[in-house]
């Protein structure tokens, strides 16, 4: 509903990953503009997580959200999916004096398997904001790419910043191993910006992505 409830979520993202019990009230974020994004309070670090999952990839969508997740231990994904959504909708729920399930359904899991689903996901969960200024990109069209690329690089709630070298909420997410494939921070901004500009010759099945 607004950017305190968008902070939030990203917070569980970081606070619900962790095969222990946690307190979802005990970290907050830094929301001065001028600085960075990322978690403060208690110096992240001081209480050791032990990971259910490696996040690899978020985009926060008016009424829905992308992760890109692979499991650190059995049941990872679902162990953490399961308290994310019932804190979150615990959280949502309190604050607006609702009750009930705040999500329409189950979540949804696709498995990356196959190379040309892999080679794309990433470029898929960040171009999502796309749908707020440019639908087109769906159908394999971009009427400016200058323009929708600037939009990403001002969108705040994904993870494409830090994939970029724009410090955001870096302590979220696990990017090494994207970082390394794709050759860098630089390169990785470099391609999205030609992935853009080279939108109507790519053969993407995105329902395959969906």
């Not at 190379?115 to 639908?135: C, G, K, M, S, V």
């Amino acid at each position: 509903m607004d950017d305190q409830d968008r902070f939030r979520f990203i917070h569980d993202l970081y606070e619900f990953n962790d095969q222990d019990w946690v307190n979802s009230n005990s970290y907050y974020f830094n929301k001065n503009p001028t600085l960075s994004l990322d978690l403060r309070g208690r110096e992240i670090g001081k209480k050791k997580r032990k990971l259910l999952v490696d996040i690899h990839a978020f985009c926060i969508m008016p009424n829905h959200y992308h992760l890109l997740l692979s499991p650190r231990v059995q049941d990872g994904v679902s162990r953490f999916m399961r308290k994310m959504n019932m804190g979150y909708a615990k959280y949502f729920n309190q604050k607006y004096q609702r009750k009930g399930a705040l999500f329409e359904s189950r979540y949804k899991s696709v498995h990356v398997k196959d190379e040309p689903h892999f080679i794309h996901i990433l470029y898929y969960i960040h171009l999502n904001p796309l749908d707020l200024i440019a639908p087109e990109w769906r159908d394999r069209t971009i009427k400016n790419y200058e323009k929708t690329f600037e939009f990403l690089e001002n969108y705040r709630w994904s993870s494409f910043h830090d994939y970029i070298g724009k410090k955001n909420f870096s302590s979220v997410t696990s990017r090494g191993f994207f970082t390394k494939y794709h050759g860098g921070l630089g390169a990785y901004k470099k391609e999205t910006s030609q992935w853009l500009a080279d939108m109507n010759s790519n053969v993407i099945d995105y329902a395959t992505l969906e």
